[in-house]
């Protein structure tokens, strides 16, 4: 229990006074101010303590400055616009935004660590959430935009990647903040929650066969003394192939980090400039491949079955490391 201090709200500034078209109640609702540094929000200062809540716009404002509030009364009301419901960033258009790893159109502020929430304002007029962690001494703020909604408050405790404000949160964020283990669960529960919503049953390893493709490649950040160039992007297995070159020869490693491409990017970044081709943008995919000089090794499925070879995969297999063994075989006694 306490009583109501109201911050920044002010009548015609940051206060408006609307009748709902529906109920024909007036109702007072928070407005973006022209002012550019009014941050309207309710204090409820009790016996020990004081509680702020900041005021989102269009929120009806449900009390007094100087009321006395009991547990469990309400302050204020957001809207069903601006809380946002499910339906709208949901079905297909959420799974082909999850797929093509798009960044979402309004997607929600994440903590980078783990800590404890304050609110501060900035010179700017801005909300601005500031989360520290006093075991590691990190403090990281994060400068809330007008018309954003907090979904924490002061004094929460918050987990590393967790949101601060609604909106979709980015999985781009995901993996730079939590890591690829982690980026890989968030896609799979991201996807899987929009199939059930449908009544859709779909089994796990289906999904993860197309994550574990949009996770499969890299960026260069040190070339060390391979023949790669920073900020080049490549499959993992390439990186891991030349890095065991370089260790074998005593030489520095590349460094690289793990990137997230959507389903159609991953395809083009196939190692097999064929398979690359046979999806889309083919005159440039070939183009490219005819002027760095690229070698097919003919290793995937579906660029063998394109040029009329056994796929390496059941009997396929063993045709192949017959042939590999019998080429291996052929350089060591240098025959022709």
């Known amino acids: 229990s306490g009583t109501v201090r109201l911050t920044d709200v002010v009548e015609g500034i940051t206060l408006q006074e609307e009748r709902n078209k529906v109920t024909g109640v007036i109702e007072r609702k928070i407005t973006a101010s022209r002012m550019g540094k009014k941050n309207p929000r309710i204090s409820i200062e009790g016996k020990d303590k004081k509680i702020n809540f900041p005021l989102p716009i269009d929120t009806i404002l449900m009390v007094e400055n100087g009321e006395d509030v009991e547990p469990g009364d309400v302050l204020a009301k957001i809207g069903r616009e601006a809380g946002g419901t499910k339906d709208i960033t949901g079905g297909l258009p959420r799974i082909a935004e999850l797929f093509e790893a798009r960044k979402p159109r309004n997607p929600a502020i994440i903590s980078e660590f783990e800590g404890i929430v304050s609110l501060e304002t900035s010179p700017k007029g801005l909300i601005e959430v500031v989360v520290r962690n006093e075991e590691t001494n990190q403090v990281k703020q994060y400068s809330i935009p007008q018309g954003k909604h907090l979904v924490v408050y002061e004094g929460d405790h918050v987990g590393v990647g967790e949101a601060l404000t609604d909106g979709a949160i980015d999985p781009h964020d995901v993996l730079r903040v939590k890591g690829e283990k982690e980026a890989q669960e968030f896609l799979l529960n991201a996807i899987q929650e929009v199939y059930r919503l449908q009544g859709v049953t779909i089994n796990d390893r289906h999904i993860e ?126 025959e022709k």
Do not use: C, Y
Not at 252 to 269: N, V, W
Not at 302 to 323: D, F, M, Y
């Open 209 to 334: 066969v197309i994550v574990r493709q949009m996770l499969g490649n890299v960026k260069i950040l040190d070339a060390g003394d391979t023949h790669f160039l920073k900020g080049e992007v490549m499959s993992r297995a390439s990186w891991l192939r030349e890095n065991a070159k370089m260790k074998a020869a005593g030489k520095r490693l590349a460094d690289a980090e793990t990137i997230l491409l959507g389903i159609s990017k991953a395809s083009l970044a196939s190692e097999s400039f064929i398979s690359a081709a046979s999806f889309q943008e083919t005159t440039k995919v070939l183009t490219d491949a005819a002027i760095t000089g690229q070698v097919d090794e003919l290793a995937g499925l579906k660029e063998n079955v394109i040029v009329g070879h056994l796929i390496p995969a059941g009997t396929g297999i063993s045709a192949r490391q017959i042939a590999q063994e019998f080429e291996q075989k052929r350089k060591e006694t240098g």
